[in-house]
Structures are given as C-alpha cells and as structure tokens.
Nanobody, 123 residues
Framework: QVQLVETGGGLVQAGGSLRLSCAASGRTFSDYGLAWFRQAPGKEREFVAAINWLRMTFYADSVKGRFTISRDNAKNTLFLQMNILKPDDTGDYFC?????????????????WGQGTQVTVSS
C-alpha cells in the first residue's frame, strides 16, 4: 500500500508562485510513475503533469512553460513548482502514483491517490 500526502496549497495572487509537495510511503518510490492532477470547482479532474521513473516529464498544454514537476527519490517526495499562476489554475491538486513507472496522462493508469491540496488564485 502506498500513501500520498500533499502539502503546499494556499491562496495566491495571479502572477504569483506556489510549490506543492507530495510525500509518499513505500520502499520502491524510485520505481513509481508520478503525476499531478487537478479539479476545478464544478469540473472534472484533469491531468497537469507527470514524471516517469526515468525522470521524463510530461505536461498539459495549459501549464507548459509555467509549471515544473520533479521528484526527490531520496526523500520519497514529488514536487510541482507553479509559476505565473492564473485564476484558471484554481482547484484541488492531487498527486498520484503508479507502480509500473509510467508517466501517464490518464487517471485510470494510476494506482494510488492523495487527498488533495487546495490552490486558489485570485485575480
């Protein structure tokens, strides 16, 4: 069983930055594929960014050039650096892990999910 706990959400003005963290349990963290998804109020959850076990990264078009996903395998932690935030980035942000090491963009390919952390970007 893998447990994921997100931190770092909050309220920020448009143009600002936030850094989300996701602490994971499990002895094989370095083998996991990891991702961030988000869900805006009244909308479906959507892919944001992913990183596979080889540290290849993948981004949604809406966040390319503004967000950076990274991982620290020694600390079992996933990060999402979010810059130049926009009101449309508002939502609950979830980290997810799959044991196959894939940097997938599809929710169904992830085995474990965190509870989420809220990000609010004011205009």
């Amino acid at each position: 069983q893998v447990q994921l706990v997100e931190t770092g959400g909050g309220l920020v003005q448009a143009g600002g930055s936030l850094r989300l963290s996701c602490a994971a349990s499990g002895r094989t963290f370095s083998d996991y594929g990891l991702a961030w998804f988000r869900q805006a109020p009244g909308k479906e959850r959507e892919f944001v960014a992913a990183i596979n076990w080889l540290r290849m990264t993948f981004y949604a078009d809406s966040v390319k050039g503004r967000f950076t996903i990274s991982r620290d395998n020694a600390k079992n932690t996933l990060f999402l650096q979010m810059n130049i935030l926009k009101p449309d980035d508002t939502g609950d942000y979830f980290c997810a892990a799959n044991v196959r090491g894939q940097g997938a963009t599809v929710e169904a390919l992830y085995d474990y999910w965190g509870q989420g952390t809220q990000v609010t970007v004011s205009s």
